[in-house]
T-cell receptor, first 116, second 115 residues
Framework: AQKVTQAQTEISVVEKEDVTLDCVYE???????LFWYKQPPSGELVFLIR??????QNEISGRYSWNFQKSTSSFNFTITASQVVDSAVYFC?????????????FGEGTQLTVNP | NAGVMQNPRHLVRRRGQEARLRCSPM?????VYWYRQLPEEGLKFMVY????????ESGMPKERFSAEFPKEGPSILRIQQVVRGDSAAYFC?????????????FGPGTRLTVL
């Protein structure tokens, strides 16, 4: 079975602070894929990144960076110099070869509020 | 290149009525997934379909819920005799090949309110 845990339910920061959103996953499969999605107040789900289990290189995209560590089964997401527009719910998700198609298992999400 | 389309965006039904939610996948995608997001919760998988086939419906409630993806036209999620507990956001996602390497792209969701 697969499981994704986002222990931080809510985080509140002041603009320009750095913030890290934690994600811990469980799977018995050796081949799997990890995702982050953003859900802004408007409600849609926006794809941010996909990472496969064989690639532990960290990734940076502008103010966003992701730290994948297989040893701790974590895939954490850091926003540098946060902005008010970063306020959203962020979901970490997992798909594996055990499940059908690319079916996703989501964490419960972290509500990030960036205050001016 | 249009993304995943869902309609209606908002749907209000009274208890006992039927709700029909529609999803058109991205161009070139033939795999559709439905997820439900209850208030203050994460997304839960419901069903995975390819054209004319239900591949995995392990997340669907056993009663009142059904899904289809016909050869022509959008995928439909149908909820019969809705109850208040069905109030949620229903998201559709599509992917090109239905393999674990795919990335799923989501539609804007349908917010169902049952009065």
């Amino acid at each position: 079975a697969q499981k994704v845990t986002q222990a931080q339910t809510e985080i509140s920061v002041v603009e320009k602070e750095d913030v890290t959103l934690d994600c811990v996953y469980e799977t018995r499969d050796t081949t799997y894929y990890l995702f982050w999605y953003k859900q802004p107040p408007s409600g849609e789900l926006v794809f941010l990144i996909r990472r496969n289990s064989f690639d532990e290189q960290n990734e940076i995209s502008g103010r966003y960076s992701w730290n994948f560590q297989k040893s701790t089964s974590s895939f954490n997401f850091t926003i540098t110099a946060s902005q008010v527009v970063d306020s959203a719910v962020y979901f970490c998700a997992l798909s594996t070869q055990e499940t059908s198609g690319s079916r996703l298992t989501f964490g419960e999400g972290t509500q990030l509020t960036v205050n001016p | 290149n249009a993304g995943v389309m869902q309609n209606p965006r908002h749907l209000v039904r009274r208890r006992g009525q039927e709700a029909r939610l529609r999803c058109s996948p991205m161009k070139g995608h033939s795999h559709v997934y439905w997820y439900r997001q209850l208030p203050e919760e994460g997304l839960k998988f419901m069903v995975y379909l390819q054209k004319e086939n239900i591949i995995d419906e392990s997340g669907m409630p056993k009663e009142r819920f059904s899904a289809e993806f016909p050869k022509e036209g959008p995928s439909i999620l149908r909820i019969q005799q809705v109850v208040r507990g069905d109030s949620a956001a229903y998201f559709c996602a599509s992917s090109p090949e239905g393999v674990s390497t795919d990335t799923q792209y989501f539609g804007p969701g349908t917010r169902l309110t049952v009065l």
